[in-house]
DNA sequence: TCTGGGGTCCTAGGACCC
DNA sequence: TCTGGGGTCCTAGGACCC
């Protein structure tokens, strides 16, 4: 069996739990840059704001309502996530980590066990312990602990757990799911299976395997057998990333190349991080570069360039040397630039490494660098040491007016966030 | 004025190989 | 009327997830 644990309302309860005035009281997250709601306490739902709305429509609604509006905050977020897995991952023998919020748990080896109770007291530990909600859906596989999950979460008298575990319980759950609900299917397929009747996830099972296999392809195939009860999707038990990207959108509008320099500068050196992190090189760099599309009246500008590096490289000073250049080759004058990236892939393991016979730079002197600046900058806090091309002015940096503090977290992560002081140079 | 950020997988078509 | 058969690799685009 597979178990799915799930946060309920992640980022408003993360907001709660070390400020618990807000409870009963209605509470959004923003986006980066203040722009949408991207998480929702009940309270909040219950007044109708919808998930991903550009927070400037809902201004009245907000007003009238007393709603209690914050930027998001990752430092706080990531760590109550830290703390949530870390509770879960005592219960089950293996534990995949989904996404921020969720974690699908194999439940092999638990039939003598009473599942429910079981996962009752899985909730309740998590929940005691961490102080955020969680609701858990078990069933035989991945998607259909999905749909358990969801049932968990909106029925009160389950206490958090509900189980999928026979046939009758299966066909009475998929009756009340609507295709669009399901894991797998997302607003394209759903819009294409309700021009073929197909309206609940029940229906969806009652169409034919090849029909299926034609019109959604392998993936819409495996998702029609995990919802019969065939498990198809694994546990993922990948830890290193594929690709790996940061972009923002400005603060303001960037028409010069210099501020949009510091800000590629700035995005390369935190995948080169991640890189190093996960213990991973990248072979290739891009770097990409728009205006805001929303702004229909104002010339479009968008572009990309796409580098391979000579030997896969983590190093910050190497890649945001690339990102530079490639940043340079795709500039153009006479725009109001509003979000850039860089997106490190072909991810290569840090060794065995292949080396370059003609390799010029010394690789062993700057990875000792790198070494040292991350130790630095964990014990110091963020960026209390990087590179110059970063900069100091932050032109670019993110609108969050309505950041709270980082509660959980070192003193030093609250004031990298709100003021950027004693900055060394290397 | 104001609209997020970070991922994964699959497929079709083109270019190329023998 | 009727122009082979079998591959690989790459890319762009589309779908999905949180």
Not at 42 to 62: D, F, H, N, T
Request: hydrophobic share 35%.
């Amino acid at each position: 069996m597979f178990g799915l644990i799930d946060c309920n309302n992640f980022y408003a309860s993360c907001e709660r739990v070390f400020n618990p005035s807000l409870n009963g009281k209605p509470v959004v997250v923003l986006s980066n840059n203040d722009g949408c709601v991207i998480a929702r306490s009940s309270e909040a739902k219950a007044l109708g704001i919808p998930m991903g709305e550009p927070v400037y429509k809902l201004k009245e609604l907000i007003e009238t309502n007393e709603v209690y509006v914050f930027s998001s905050n990752y430092v706080l977020y990531g760590d109550m996530s830290h703390r949530v897995m870390t509770t879960i991952a005592s219960f089950a023998p293996d534990m995949e980590i989904y996404s921020i919020d969720e974690a699908f748990l194999l439940l092999d080896g638990f039939e003598n066990k009473n599942l429910k109770i079981y996962g009752q007291e899985i909730v309740r530990t998590t929940t005691r312990n961490t102080g955020i909600p969680v609701s858990l859906g078990i069933a035989p596989t991945k998607t259909l602990a999905k749909v358990a999950n969801k049932f968990a979460k909106k029925y009160k008298n389950y206490k958090g757990v509900c189980i999928i575990d026979t046939d009758e319980k299966r066909e009475k759950a998929l009756k009340l799911t609507d295709v669009g609900d399901v894991w797998g299917v997302g607003r394209q397929y759903s819009k294409k299976l309700q021009y073929y009747s197909i309206h609940t996830a029940w229906d969806f099972t009652q169409r034919s395997k090849s029909w299926v296999r034609h019109t959604m392809g392998v993936v819409g195939e495996r998702t029609w057998m995990e919802l019969r009860g065939i498990p198809c999707i694994e546990m993922d038990r990948s830890t290193s990333k594929k690709s790996i990207c940061t972009s923002r959108s400005f603060g303001e509008r960037l028409t010069e190349l210099g501020p949009i320099s510091e800000a590629v500068a700035n995005f390369a050196a935190s995948c080169a991080e991640k890189l190093r992190k996960q213990h991973s090189l990248a072979s290739v760099i891009m770097v990409f570069l728009h205006t805001n599309p929303h702004a229909t009246n104002l010339p479009q500008y968008n572009n990309q360039t796409v580098m391979q590096l000579p030997i896969p490289t983590n190093d910050t000073t190497e890649l945001i040397n690339y990102a530079i250049r490639g940043l340079k080759a795709i500039f153009a004058e006479g725009y109001r630039f509003k979000k850039a990236g860089v997106i490190v892939s072909e991810i290569v393991p840090e060794r065995p490494m292949q080396t370059d016979l003609f390799d010029v730079r010394n690789r062993a002197k700057f990875s000792k660098i790198m070494l040292v600046m991350d130790s630095l900058n964990e014990s110091y806090g963020k960026q209390k040491v990087k590179i110059a091309a970063q900069g100091f002015d932050r032109k670019w940096k993110l609108k969050n007016e309505k950041l709270s503090p980082c509660y959980s977290t070192k003193l030093d992560d609250v004031l990298e966030v709100k003021v950027e002081e004693k900055t060394t140079v290397v």
